[in-house]
């Protein structure tokens, strides 16, 4: 990341810019940094500006004592200031919730887009699940278990115990494991999981939700809901598109909807 800026409670954020046109910041999700989502700001640079930056708690960004969703959404008007002051959000995964949260609390972007919020209104046993996962996360992370906590995580994705088993003896385990705190930022904005109806029916700027075609039936719904939910909400299926949406396909959707 080639730049900085500060948050409200002094928390160093870095960031980069690419591109020309309407200005959009990129949020990432849980177990991911700026990095995570470059590719989709190369996608968009020929018709946008894309911003990408490192969330509080993550590769090149501080991490300032305690966390808030509240700090979060400091971080994005941070970056709103520093871009110019005008600018749509997009997040991904938890990081839609985040931007959802944000554009309810008055952020003033001028329009959102989010793909596949996770809310796990529509996925059978979703509430006991999210509970068991938070306290056991919790329990890891106090305990100082990092890599059992990026294991939850990942079971929690429904990775296969053979994958999870893999992925402990790869190169890429030990920045997971670095990134592993930030995994209860993301479990405190996504809240109780369930859909926030009254938070979403706050918003007041355009929002592009999006999901995949391939993505489990409950995740669809729940981004339908989203999109039912805000008073200016549209919904777009990208055919063929798992959560692990690939940049080519989501590019083109989320610039349409950007520039129009």
């Known amino acids: 990341m080639d730049k900085k800026t500060t948050s409200r409670d002094g928390t160093s954020l870095a960031y980069e810019v690419i591109g020309q046109g309407p200005t959009v910041i990129l949020v990432s999700g849980a177990m991911s940094t700026g990095g995570t989502v470059a590719p989709l700001a190369q996608r968009l640079a020929d018709r946008c500006t894309a911003v990408v930056y490192d969330r509080r708690g993550r ?3 501080g991490d300032t004592k305690p966390y808030a969703v509240e700090r979060e959404v400091e971080d994005l008007a941070a970056l709103l200031d520093a871009v110019g ?3 749509a959000l ?3 995964s938890s990081g839609g919730a985040l931007v959802l949260q944000a554009v309810a609390r008055g952020l003033p972007a001028v329009r959102a887009a989010v793909y596949e919020v996770p809310y796990t209104d529509f996925l059978p046993g979703g509430a006991e699940r999210e509970a068991a996962y938070k306290e056991q996360l919790n329990k890891a992370l106090a305990d ?11 079971r929690l994705t429904g990775l296969a115990e053979e994958m999870i088993q893999r992925a402990r003896q790869s190169p890429m385990w030990a920045g997971m494991e670095a990134v592993a705190p930030s995994l209860a930022y993301d479990d405190t904005v996504m809240g109780d999981g369930l859909l926030p109806r009254d938070r979403l029916a706050a918003i007041s700027v355009p929002v592009l939700v ?6 489990p039936d409950w995740m669809r719904e729940a981004s339908r809901e989203v999109s039912r939910a805000v008073p200016e909400g549209a919904y777009s299926e990208l055919a063929g598109q798992t959560h692990m949406v690939e940049p080519d396909v989501l590019g083109p959707v989320l610039a349409a909807f950007l520039t129009e």
């Open 210 to 215: 999006v999901a995949g075609g391939a993505s």
């Open 144 to 154: 100082g278990r990092r890599g059992d906590a990026v294991e939850l995580f990942l």
């Open 90 to 92: 997009f997040g991904v």
């Open 85 to 87: 002051g005008e600018a």
């Open 59 to 61: 590769g090149e960004s």
